[in-house]
């Protein structure tokens, strides 16, 4: 019988989703727990208690959490139809940088960029466009990250292809530009237009609502968010 | 033929340094050139033109930058006698984790530690402390994290052994306790007994003065080092 895969998740988490889509893309079945992130359960204290935060992913009742962590598990526990991981050591190295420029530089500047304001957030605006110029290089003459599947470092970018633009709108600035990023404005189109990506896409107007919600409450409170 | 292999490093690196106890730890002969990290080379911005940082690893002229990332590559490219990473994909995901937790919590809050002062030192040396005993439980009843022999987790953890105790002599704190982390300490003893780490250890009289002048420096222009 095969081991019980589960995964605590939060419904607007970019982190569980890429969990979510490693799992979908390789036809895994899973059971989704959704966490309380206000009310964290006694489950995932449990089996995150280091970090305490999700996607924890289950199997066969142990717990590996950290998404990058997790999809390195995945792609070795189940080889599948779809290795989201090259062959070649080179082109795994490769995926590793990406995936963790992504991790390291991309997502927190671009989350910066949202919450701060005056002189902060124009840097970490540059900052953030500097980065994307960057991933628009890498992705030259490539449908996607992975070459012509999706692979690990597209799934690591899903907070760019659906998150960063939700943000972007409730901070009302501009960092994807589809004249300066036309490849990454493209793969884009093409990640979100893959019907497995859509199985695994909190809708746009709870995102927006969300952060929206967010933004009140730091504008009333003055709490730093970061 | 081999291809050939080169590290691009710098002798007071602990990420450069993780990379030679790796090749060293499996046998493989390099070519090392050091770096001037106030220079760097044309060599260095070339093969890490995004982070400019070292440790550079060149394998038949193809870069890996990263030390974590190059540690894998190292690990799937010569199998040889000493595996740094487990066979067991839940293992590796573990080795993983306790990776990732060395590089983005014990170190940073170690080195914020040792160049912040007042409450804000206070906070990190707090950090600090329960990372590292967080890292005590984890190597309860084993030699080295990686088991019987010196892993990934280890390597990663080269700093905590050897920098962040000249660190702390240099701020005039102390962080690693003997009685409060004893099976740490042990590890450290252990760890800094083998010959081959022993091979790759930048003398702690050079590391010494080297973060003694930093200090001095610090104090002088009242600059940031973080």
Redesign the interface.
């Known amino acids: 019988m095969a081991e019980e895969v589960k995964l605590l998740g939060s419904w607007g988490s970019p982190f569980s989703r890429r969990v979510e889509l490693a799992l979908r893309l390789k036809g895994i079945s899973y059971d989704y727990i959704e966490e309380d992130l206000s009310n964290k359960s006694p489950l995932l204290l449990k089996y995150n208690p280091?970090h305490k935060k999700v996607p924890v992913f289950l199997?066969g009742g142990?717990p590996?959490?950290?998404s990058l962590?997790?999809l390195?598990?995945i792609e070795?526990?189940w080889e599948g139809d779809h290795a989201i991981l090259p062959k070649d050591?080179?082109e795994?190295?490769m995926a590793?940088?990406w995936s963790?420029?992504v991790d390291e530089k991309c997502i927190p500047a671009i989350w910066m960029s949202c919450w701060t304001e005056g002189d902060m957030q124009q840097n970490f605006m540059i900052q953030s466009k500097e980065n994307l110029s960057?991933l628009e290089g890498e992705l030259k003459g490539k449908k996607f990250f992975g070459g012509d599947a999706i692979g690990m470092v597209d799934i690591a970018a899903f907070f760019i292809a659906h998150w960063a633009g939700v943000l972007q709108e409730v901070a009302g600035i501009s960092l994807i530009n589809e004249e300066k990023h036309p490849i990454l404005f493209k793969w884009i189109e093409e990640f979100m237009s893959s019907s497995i990506v859509m199985e695994c896409l909190p809708a746009r107007e709870g995102l927006l609502a969300y952060f929206q919600a967010k933004k009140e409450a730091i504008r009333a409170t003055k709490a730093p968010v970061y």
Chains 1, 2 share one sequence.
């Open positions: 280091i199997h142990k590996v959490v950290e962590v997790i390195e598990y070795e526990t050591p080179y795994r190295a590793r940088f963790t420029f960057i």
